[in-house]
């Protein structure tokens, strides 16, 4: 192995809240503390740092963050293009780079989030929880390309990701015969694995399927329990190479395998591009991805030990475990159903820490920071002897993956 070959050697995070719940720390704030105790957790000290990287337009920019920060000198600073929740893997691939290549030494990937602060997605413009405006808003330009294609969806109820991911997700239902039963299997392990993790938002929320299939439907087929949380928090992982990860405190997580993207056309993704091929339209968008990160890993699905599957919504969760190999094309419901993805006896323990639908949803970050949890035996829900962690980003956007392994 290269001295050089990328590892993780520290986690850490912010307590986690549902949206507004945060109190009075500012998402700036939650950024500082997270990176901080992920040093901490490496066994280093600011002094080591040298680089920082995020994803989905965080706005804790980096150059602001190493001054306050105190690092020495900022010698790598990256964002990732992937859009929103698709960039988390992207961005520790982004560190990983940056240390093989040598453009850094120690790079802290980092994603706060603090929706009770800013802007909420899918509120329509604007604070939901705000006054109504006393005249008419001004029509202006779009800041960005995502939203001037939004504007093409919105006028057909698109206005939220539950409605947009709803669309694959039936069109899944109709080909396959996939049941809403079969979702709330998902939603329901997930919650089980967040009844042992302190940090989960829902943890001491525990839920059935028949809790489930009674909760709200807030966009067909998508019923309020299927849909993530919406969350204030932040989390970071530290990546540095082979040679000084083997002196640290902590076992060092392996970087095996990267990868980033989007397949031929596709743009932002089911959300806003209705020239999506017919054939891509009822999976997350990710096969030729996975298919990418196996070869580059060596191993294939059968080799994964744990998985931390991004889980905006449950249907996408479905679709990415066809993406990714674990079962064929239209046979995820069965799949789920069957338990594979419960961390007692499944064949697949998946999302251990509760994911997005029941930990929190930090952008997907909080997945990679389980995955090396899970590898280091640091999990509250641990997968016995797990030697590989296969983590994604979100399906139906241009995505990203790792494959994680215990050296």
Same mark, same amino acid.
């Given at each position: *192995? =290269? ?15 549902? $949206? ?9 704030? %939650? ?13 280093? =000290? ?7 990287? =995020? ?25 990732? $293009? *992937? ?5 988390? /893997? ?17 790079? &802290? &990937?980092?994603?706060?989030? /603090? ?28 800041? @960005?390309? %995502? ?32 049941? @809403? ?19 989960? &938002?829902?943890?001491?929320?525990? *839920? ?8 709200? *439907? ?8 299927? /849909?993530?949380?919406? =969350?204030?928090?932040? /989390? ?57 990160? $196996? ?40 799949? &789920? ?10 064949? %697949? ?8 639908? @029941? ?19 640091? @999990? ?28």
């Amino acid at each position: *192995m =290269s001295l050089r070959k990328a590892h993780i050697v520290g986690v850490g995070e912010s307590a986690y809240a549902r $949206w507004g719940r945060i109190g009075d720390v500012t998402e700036h704030a %939650l950024a500082c503390q997270a990176i901080q105790r992920a040093v901490d957790d490496a066994g280093l =000290s600011m002094d080591d740092v040298d680089g920082l990287a =995020s994803f989905a337009e965080d706005r804790n920019e980096a150059v602001f963050l190493a001054a306050e920060l105190g690092l020495p000198a900022l010698r790598f600073g990256n964002m990732v $293009w *992937m859009p929103g929740g698709g960039g988390g /893997c992207a961005a520790v691939a982004n560190a990983a780079m940056a240390v093989e290549t040598g453009q850094a030494e120690v790079v &802290v &990937v980092y994603r706060s989030l /603090c929706q009770g602060q800013f802007f909420r997605f899918g509120a329509a413009g604007r604070d939901a929880a705000a006054p109504p405006d006393p005249e008419p808003p001004t029509v202006k330009q779009a800041d @960005s390309l %995502l939203l001037a294609s939004m504007g093409f969806a919105m006028p057909y109820g698109l206005l939220m990701a539950a409605a947009a991911y709803a669309l694959p997700t039936r069109r899944h239902m109709h080909l396959y015969g996939t049941t @809403s039963e079969q979702l709330g299997h998902i939603a329901v392990t997930f919650r089980e694995h967040a009844s042992r993790n302190p940090r989960a &938002v829902m943890g001491g929320r525990p *839920m059935s399927l028949e809790d489930h299939q009674a909760s709200a *439907m807030i966009a067909d087929p998508h019923r309020l329990f299927d /849909c993530c949380l919406e =969350s204030d928090g932040a /989390c970071a992982v530290v990546v540095t190479h082979a040679e000084r990860a083997r002196d640290l405190a902590k076992p060092a997580v392996e970087i095996l395998a990267s990868e980033q993207g989007a397949p031929k056309g596709y743009a932002f993704g089911h959300f806003t591009n209705a020239s999506i091929p017919d054939e891509l339209y009822a999976t997350g968008g990710t096969e030729d991805l996975a298919n990418r990160l $196996w070869g580059k890993a060596g191993i294939g699905p059968s080799d994964v030990d744990v998985a931390q599957i991004y889980d905006h919504f449950t249907g996408c969760v479905l679709m990415q475990l066809e993406d990714y190999g674990f079962c064929k094309r239209g046979e995820g419901g069965p799949f &789920v159903e069957s338990g594979a993805l419960s961390w007692k006896g499944g064949s %697949l323990p998946t999302n251990t820490h509760g994911g997005s639908l @029941s930990e929190a949803y930090i952008h997907g970050l909080n997945h990679v920071v389980e995955g090396v949890r899970s590898l280091r035996g640091e @999990s509250t829900s641990p997968v016995e002897d797990a030697a590989v962690c296969l983590v994604t980003s979100a399906a139906c956007v241009p995505s990203s993956a790792l494959v994680l392994g215990r050296p």
